[in-house]
Each structure stands twice: as C-alpha cells, then as structure tokens.
Nanobody
Framework: QVQLVESGGGLVQAGGSLTLSCVAS????????MGWYRQAPGKQREEVAV???????NYADSVKGRFTISRDYAKNTVYLQMNNLKSEDTAVYYC?????????WGQGTQVTVSA
C-alpha cells in the first residue's frame, strides 16, 4: 500500500519562504518520477514541479525561479522549497507520481500567503 504524507505548509507573508516535505512509503520511490501539485479554491489541481528518478527537474512557468524540487533517496522524501511566495501561491499542495496515480493522493498541506 503506497502512502504519501505531505507536511510543512502554513501561513506566510508575501515574499516569505516555506519548505514542504513528502514522505513516501511502499512505493518504488527510487525510480518514480515525483511531482508536486497544488489546488487553489475554485481551480483545478495543477502540477507545479517534477523531479525524475535520475534527478532532472521541470517547473511550471508560474513558479520557475522561485520553487525548487529535490529528493532524498535515503529518506524516501521529496521536498519543495518555495521562495518569494505570492498570494496566488495560496493552495493545498500535494505530492504524487508524475503522471499522478488516483489512488496515491494524500491529504495535502495548506499553504496560505497573505498580502
């Protein structure tokens, strides 16, 4: 049974930083391409960052230059370092494989950026 547990969200002022963590258990973490996704109120869930098993990374244009995805194979953890946060980054953030698997979605972690 695969379980993905996100943490690290919170309330931050615009321009601030947060680091999200996603611990994966029961999955082929080492070879899986992992992604961070977010869903803002009234909007569809979108992928914001992806990291392949080999370490290559891609970002949505809206976060490029501000967010950094990384992974720790020893800890089965994927991170999302978010800098220079904007109010439009307010959303629930999730991790999943990329492309996502419907049965892997976790609870997510709320990020709220105040103006």
């Amino acid at each position: 049974q695969v379980q993905l547990v996100e943490s690290g969200g919170g309330l931050v002022q615009a321009g601030g930083s947060l680091t999200l963590s996603c611990v994966a258990s029961g999955s082929n973490f080492r070879i899986a391409t992992m992604g961070w996704y977010r869903q803002a109120p009234g909007k569809q869930r979108e992928e914001v960052a992806v990291i392949a098993g080999g370490g290559s990374r891609n970002y949505a244009d809206s976060v490029k230059g501000r967010f950094t995805i990384s992974r720790d194979y020893a800890k089965n953890t994927v991170y999302l370092q978010m800098n220079n946060l904007k109010s439009e980054d307010t959303a629930v953030y999730y991790c999943n494989e990329s492309p996502p698997r419907s049965d892997y979605w976790g609870q997510g972690t709320q990020v709220t950026v105040s103006a």
